[in-house]
């Protein structure tokens, strides 16, 4: 029989329904392992090295040590040239007209080119690459949260079943005017459990996994890598520090390093266990302003995109997991290759 569960974090319910997993299918699409497909280069890709002036105004680079040169640079960040947001000098106007409300869509929208290499993927580098990656969105963090309200968030889509439009491996950053509701809900529930405890839900939820073990991919002395409870595809795997710090504008050097070792790693595992897939994930913060707050985490979620959801979840926005995450943890344990060592590829 399946399962429903409750995400203790955000409240959302899955059903754990392995019965589902074994329906024939008939449509060509993800599922079992594939060969990984390298994009070939393109001479007109806008985020290959030389086509600096393909893209916007950089915002923010890490230099190569050649030089300052425009195109000496080993990571960028610039603005997206088809924005869902765009900046202003001012803050977004509301507009009611009866029971509709609109938000001007100002805000930011940016893209962070982390290879200079075409074909490059965060599991091909060493730690230190995705360190640089992990940098990027630090420091864009700290420069886009001071507009309140709002939200900023990192994500990056892997592969074309993921939403990806341009192969040269990149991410995104978005700064939004509003709080989105499902971050609302996040932070309600924190704070609820917060005022109810005394204590941040995410340091208590942290260490409850860690002592059932069951769902822990890995663990570091920083921040540790799990499968949701309440997993809402195979294979979703959240990374999270073990303190309370509520935006990842805050993390310091050592939890950076740690982050951007765990999550090449459990990239790295998702492929040799299930091919090139398609991905997202997904790097949450509090609310623009809660960066002081007692009651949250910042938290990665790397969601496998393995089955399109369909009527039901349309319906309920209940998905329906077939794998139960204790399994899928497992997996990605055993799939897990060591810990890179200074000197080691
Ligand atoms: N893009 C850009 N400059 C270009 C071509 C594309 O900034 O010359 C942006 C594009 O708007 C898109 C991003 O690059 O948002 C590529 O993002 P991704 O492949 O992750 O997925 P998408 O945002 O298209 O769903
Ligand atoms: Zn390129």
Known sequence: MSELR????????????????????????????????RPPADP???FCPGREDATPPEVWRLPTPSGTAPSNWRLRVVPN???VLTPADRPARHHTAGLRLSVEGVGSHE??????????????????????????????????????PGIVLPFRNHGAGAGTSLPHPHSQIVATPIVPARFRRLFDIARGYYDDHGRCLYVDHTAAELADGERVVATTDHVVALAPYAARTPYETLILPRHHEASFGDASDACLDRTASLLRRVLTALRDLLGDIPYNYALINA???EEGTACFAWHLRIAPRLAEPAGFELGTDIAVNPLPPEEGAAELRGALRPVAGPGRP
């Open 44 to 46: 007109a890709c806008p």
């Open 81 to 83: 040239r088809y924005p």
């Open 6 to 37: 409750r995400d203790p974090l955000t409240h959302d319910w899955v059903a754990i329904a392995p019965a589902r997993g074994r329906r024939p299918h008939r449509m060509p699409g993800p599922g079992g392992p594939s060969p990984r497909r």
């Open 287 to 289: 609310p623009n302003g």
């Open 111 to 148: 893209v962070v080119i982390e290879s200079r290499a075409h074909d490059w993927d965060l599991p091909d580098g060493d730690d230190a690459a995705v360190a640089d990656v992990l940098r990027a969105y630090r420091a864009r963090c700290r420069a886009l949260r001071d507009r309140r």
